[in-house]
């Protein structure tokens, strides 16, 4: 066995477990006051009719995404700082009051202010369940633990959807699918204010152990003269700021970010408009993107706590050039083709990138930050690709008016490509440090020997 998956391996405690269920069940509550925007988008065009409004609410998308951008990078340092609870509770507070003030809005200056305001509270959520995640699992089952939460972001979107679709279908307005989610994700709300825990150690757990491969680990202990570690800001970032595989995961972020994003948000418009499907069919056809991305995420996660350390690396690179051929496809798909091929391939493009993507914030933020600086990783690699995000908005709304939904998937098909490259580039720095580390053996001094 190698080294990574020998470590420190057990049996989860019952404490471990409630811990994940209630991380899970409370970020998946977050979609309900999140994808409530995307369903009920073909609604509100129809109520604003027109190309100028459909590029306004992709404008509204796309600022809500730069908020939500601007919001990671300081959850990290919070959840960092002053632990992940505090970030986890008040991203879904603020995610219910937003929501209810979209609903109550009928025009565009409201609809933007309440939009912005719920995609910046949000920010705080994921940032906060990465830093409680890093205090209760130890290193080795990372990938496991990662892709289970990252099921919550996944089918949490997939279960909203579907929920939504049912309401669609009985007659409910958007107004009501607003109203209806805001109600839901107050039960995850009460029940992780009263049961979760930030760390074991409150309760006399003992402390789980981190990655040997994070930024921390190369001997710089950053703290004080009598032995104590610096909790400061800068001490975090620094080591973070000047790894070469930290900036590739960034670049990665971008771009995997704006593939995710622009299905989340133009799948039910797609296939209303060019797909030619109900909008209560396209809402619970476009679920099919996040539950096809949640079986690839826990099969990836497993697989990558089985593969060592650059196992993450290796399916990274291979989902997102999968990615390309199969957005490549989906552009050459043209109108009155039966509904099931371009559903089909939406999902099957969900399979390839959400497995890899679902790693960048998750599984390697935590490899890359350990517990002292994993919120933070997590909080920049994921603000740096919200930053791309929010091109999935007014930009892709105007290629595809201007050009089309054949020409936007073409689009999407370069960015995949550019990140198989960059892929591949982060996995060759990463076998160079982890052989410098003794964690695998060293490919030039085994040339050497030969």
């Known amino acids: 066995m190698n080294p990574m998956a020998a470590a420190s391996a057990r049996t989860w405690s019952s404490r471990q477990i409630l811990t994940i269920g209630l991380l899970a069940f409370g970020y998946a509550g ?14 509100l065009l129809a109520e604003h009719p027109g ?51 979209f609903m109550a809005g009928g025009g565009f200056p409201v609809f933007t202010l309440a939009w912005i305001g719920n995609r910046f509270v949000q920010s705080l959520g994921w940032a906060g369940l990465v830093k409680i995640a890093s205090k209760w699992f130890s290193f080795s089952s990372y990938g496991t633990v990662m892709a289970l939460l990252s099921l919550s972001y996944l089918f949490g979107d997939a279960g909203s959807r579907e929920i939504m679709s049912l309401l669609l279908a009985h007659g409910m307005g958007w107004r009501g699918l607003f109203a209806t989610g805001a109600g839901i994700l107050i039960v995850p709300f009460v029940a992780s204010l009263f049961l979760l825990r930030d760390s074991p150690a409150g309760l006399g757990l003992p402390e789980v152990q981190e990655n040997p491969l994070n930024v921390y680990a190369d001997g710089h202990t950053d703290g004080h003269a009598d032995g104590r570690e610096s909790t400061g800001m800068m001490s975090i970032l620094l080591p973070l700021f000047a790894s070469t595989s930290f900036w590739l995961v960034c670049i990665l972020s971008l771009c995997t970010t704006l593939l ?3 299905f989340n948000l ?28 949640g079986v690839a995420v826990m099969i ?27 957005l490549v496809v989906l552009a050459q798909i043209k109108t009155h083709t039966a509904a099931f091929i371009p559903v089909t391939l939406v999902a099957l493009v969900a399979f390839l990138l959400i497995g890899p993507y679902s790693y960048l ?17 997590s909080g920049v690699i994921d603000g740096v690709g919200y930053l791309a995000g929010v091109l999935s908005g007014s930009a892709m709304a105007k290629v595809e008016v201007t050009f089309g939904w054949q020409s936007m ?28 580390l003794h964690l695998i053996p060293d490919p030039s001094a085994q040339a050497s020997a030969g």
């Open 266 to 293: 133009w799948t039910p418009t797609y296939f209303t408009q060019f797909v030619g499907l109900s909008n209560s069919a396209a809402a619970s056809s476009s679920a099919l993107f996040p539950l096809a991305g």
């Open 300 to 326: 990836a996660g497993v697989l990558s706590d089985r593969l060592g350390p650059l196992g993450r690396g290796r399916i990274l690179y291979t989902g997102l050039f999968l990615t390309t051929i199969a």
């Open 51 to 101: 190309a100028a409004s459909q590029i306004r609410f992709g404008e509204i998308a796309s600022l809500g995404v730069l908020a939500y951008a601007i919001g990671k990078f300081p959850s990290g340092a919070l959840a960092d700082l002053f632990g992940g609870k505090r970030n986890f509770l008040g991203g879904m507070f603020g995610a219910i009051v937003f929501t209810l003030l």
């Open 30 to 43: 977050y979609y309900f006051c999140r994808s409530d925007y995307s369903v009920a988008l073909p609604l």
């Open 260 to 262: 995710r994003e622009t």
């Open 361 to 377: 914030a998750g599984a390697m933020s935590l490899d890359f930050g350990g517990q002292r600086g994993c919120a933070t990783a």
């Open 409 to 436: 998937f073409l689009l999407l098909a370069a960015v995949a490509l550019v990140s198989a490259f960059v892929a591949a580039l982060a996995v060759a720095v990463q076998r160079r440090r982890a052989a410098v």
